[in-house]
């Protein structure tokens, strides 16, 4: 089992930035692919971005590229998702989530461990 917790969320002016934090605990993450969705009101849930653990590869929805950075601190087992130049459509929960190494980055179906997302509203 993995536990996962996310905080950084908050109220922020557009144009403003955040940067969320996921700690995982429990068992060796060293396998693991952390992973960033978000889900706004009636809406599914996108997939933002994902960084492979060990190795550190990181993959970007192509609408979050540019204004999001997915990093990781391997010492602090956690993960991290900076977030620049916010805008309004940006309001949602986001979640981090853990999955066996392997593709499928974008699928949330294929995570296995979850954490219990924070709210980010970007007003306007």
């Known amino acids: 089992q993995v536990h996962l917790v996310e905080s950084g969320g908050g109220l922020v002016q557009a144009g403003g930035s955040l940067r969320l934090s996921c700690a995982a605990s429990?068992?060796?993450?060293?396998?693991?692919?952390m992973g960033w969705f978000r889900q706004a009101p009636g809406k599914e849930r996108e997939f933002v971005a994902a960084?492979?653990?060990?190795?550190?590869?990181?993959y970007y929805a192509t609408s979050m590229k540019g204004r999001f950075t997915i990093s990781r601190d391997t010492v602090k087992n956690t993960g991290y998702l900076q977030m620049n130049t916010l805008k309004p459509e940006d309001t949602a929960v986001y979640f981090c989530?853990?999955?066996?190494?392997?593709?499928?980055?974008?699928?949330?179906?294929?995570?296995?461990?979850w954490g219990q997302g924070t709210q980010v509203t970007v007003s306007s």
């Open positions: 989530a853990m999955k066996a190494s392997g593709g499928n980055y974008p699928v949330a179906n294929v995570y296995d461990f």
């Open positions: 429990g068992r060796p993450i060293n396998r693991y692919t």
């Open positions: 960084i492979t653990w060990r190795d550190g590869d990181i």
